[in-house]
């Protein structure tokens, strides 16, 4: 920035000097005069000229124009030319084209360029006032001028930007679909410059890197689903990306396990639909092989799904991010978006400003923002539905000395009266195993602990009609959901089912995540994927793409999401 600056005020004076020699012709024209006779502003591309007296701690700039500033191209700095300069002026400017003058307010000296009279006026700071700016800076007129013009507050008060923040997309959120989505966009076009920014100091940060860490085979989800589609296609793409790039991985297995004879005849139901959705090598087995494959388990009957693995998310997440750097892509950590604005700028019509007010332009934004994609899509005017509903879900972790009796994930029979899956049996990469998890309503959309409370996001989600509708519907569950999630014995006893070698003294506590479930306004769980885009004909409108909803089975699921999402970039701005 330093050299730049260096570099302005160097052009900055050559541009004064070589106009000391031009023809009179030229001096009209740089005097504002057309060919018609008529006046017209000048846009001088300089930048900020210093000069310091000795012993002086701040700049001054020549306070010498009464008209409001145009802006220096490239720089967002408001510059004046006033060039209604005496011919006395203008002679006496040849010979010394910067003038020393004292300024009956305090004594300080200012710079004028008196050919061209150019302004030099500081980038103002990001938490000053309007008005403290202009009354430090400028004169009475100069205050009345600028003020009548609104655009050009708009932009004096704005952060500068720079070519470097200048993006032909941006995604906001830094969980595995925004990366993912960045990286593949920038793979098929890597002329393109693609940025993420990310309010957290690292990516991955909330459900990305607080989940179970399970590759799915897709058993679960409705045939012709996107989450069927997808969930298949994933773990196909998974696999072969982890191997490609010597990302650790174990391919495990999964065993749904039925219990009684009520749950065989939906594991029956189940195992039809694992085959509809083209699950790999899925098959039904019996008490004999459950225990071949865990010598611990009990049950009757169960689905194998041999291609069932583990990983660590938000490792695979930093290897997306790395791909996505050496394409040419730009990470901005610690930026949480508070707004998106129009600016005039035709090539980059979409500004995204931080809470710090750090600021990217851009020609197209998508939106990727996990447990804040609602609140996200809102400020660009889009629906407040489907809403975003944060569940806990938290995990007990099993004594290390007891993990030997668990070598797979085991998972129940789902009850279709309820919308979770229930406690499972989750090997982990570091050789662990978490037991779990519970869903729970968190009191904080980022809340993983129960003393997590945002007052306003739980009021927000107390009253939202939705969520009420589905408190009604699943009050049974939800009330034995909190009792496991108070007392660990009860949670103990679910396992058992399964594995009844599991004793309450051979587990604790252990971490938790929060699950992004969007609710529709009648209290239903919205299974798919939901995209939307803000209504209108502005840059807002049509030039940002939200994905509002990137449910389980999302990680594994993610090389497919990136893909879709890429699609419909293309599609929806046109991008060859």
Request: proline share 6%.
């Amino acid at each position: 920035m330093a050299k730049r600056m260096e570099e302005s005020q160097l052009e900055c004076q050559m541009t004064v000097l070589r106009k000391q020699s031009e023809p009179v012709q030229s001096e009209q024209c740089a005097s504002g005069s057309n060919m018609n006779g008529t006046e017209e502003n000048v846009v001088t591309e300089s930048s900020i000229t210093e000069q310091r007296e000795v012993g002086a701690e701040k700049q001054t700039p020549a306070v010498t124009s009464e008209e409001p500033s145009p802006l220096v191209q490239g720089h967002g700095v408001p510059i004046d030319v006033d060039s209604q300069q005496s011919d006395e002026q203008d002679q006496s400017s040849n010979q010394q084209p910067f003038v020393e003058q004292k300024t009956k307010k305090r004594g300080r000296k200012r710079t004028v360029a008196t050919k061209t009279n150019l302004r030099m006026i500081r980038i103002p700071k990001p938490s000053e006032s309007l008005e403290a700016y202009l009354c430090w800076r400028l004169s009475r007129e100069e205050q009345e001028a600028v003020v009548s013009n609104p655009e050009l507050i708009r932009l004096t008060r704005a952060p500068m930007i720079n070519s470097e923040r200048q993006y032909d997309i941006v995604v906001v959120g830094g969980g595995i679909v925004g990366t993912a989505s960045a990286r593949e966009i920038l793979l098929r076009h890597p002329s393109l410059k693609v940025a993420v920014v990310e309010k957290e100091h690292k990516l991955a940060f909330h459900q990305s890197g607080h989940n179970s860490g399970v590759i799915h085979a897709g058993i679960y989800y409705k045939p012709g689903s996107l989450k069927a589609k997808l969930c298949v296609e994933g773990l196909h793409l998974s696999y072969k990306y982890f191997d490609e790039k010597n990302v650790p991985y174990k391919k495990v297995g999964k065993l749904i396990v039925a219990t009684n004879e009520d749950e065989v005849g939906r594991l029956n139901e189940l195992y039809q639909r694992s085959l509809a959705n083209n699950v790999p090598d899925v098959e039904l087995v019996d008490a004999k092989r459950i225990k071949e494959i865990e010598p611990y388990c009990e049950g009757l009957k169960a689905i194998w799904s041999p291609h069932t693995g583990i990983v660590d998310w938000e490792l695979v997440t930093q290897y997306y991010a790395k791909d996505f750097k050496q394409a040419g892509g730009d990470i901005h950590l610690n930026f949480q978006v508070s707004k998106f604005e129009e600016t005039t700028d035709p090539n980059y019509p979409i500004a995204v400003r931080s809470k710090k007010n750090d600021t990217v332009q851009s020609k197209y934004i998508l939106t990727c923002g996990g447990l804040q994609s609602d609140k996200v899509a809102e400020l660009t005017g889009c629906s407040p539905l489907p809403k975003i509903v944060p569940f806990r879900g938290e995990y007990l972790l099993l004594n290390p000395a007891k993990c030997h009796m668990v070598k797979g994930n085991i998972y129940p029979v789902p009850d279709p009266r309820f919308p979770f899956l229930g406690v499972h049996f989750t090997p982990r990469m570091d050789g662990s195993v978490w037991l779990g998890p519970n869903a729970v309503l968190a009191f904080k959309r980022e809340g993983y602990k129960w003393s997590d409370v945002n007052v306003v996001e739980l009021i927000d989600a107390l009253k939202y009609p939705g969520f009420i509708k589905m408190a009604l519907k699943y009050v049974g569950a939800g009330m034995q959901e909190m009792a496991r999630s108070a007392f660990i014995p009860l949670q103990v006893k679910e396992l058992q089912k399964f594995i009844p070698d599991v004793q309450e003294y051979d587990v604790e506590r252990g971490p938790a995540g929060v699950r992004a479930q969007a609710l529709d306004i009648d209290g239903n769980l919205v299974d798919d994927f939901v995209f939307d885009h803000g209504k209108g004909n502005n840059a807002l409108a049509k030039n940002i793409l939200h994905c509002r909803n990137a449910p389980s089975p999302g990680a594994t699921s993610s090389l497919a999401i990136a893909k879709m999402i890429a699609d419909k970039i293309e599609t929806q701005f046109n991008i060859k």
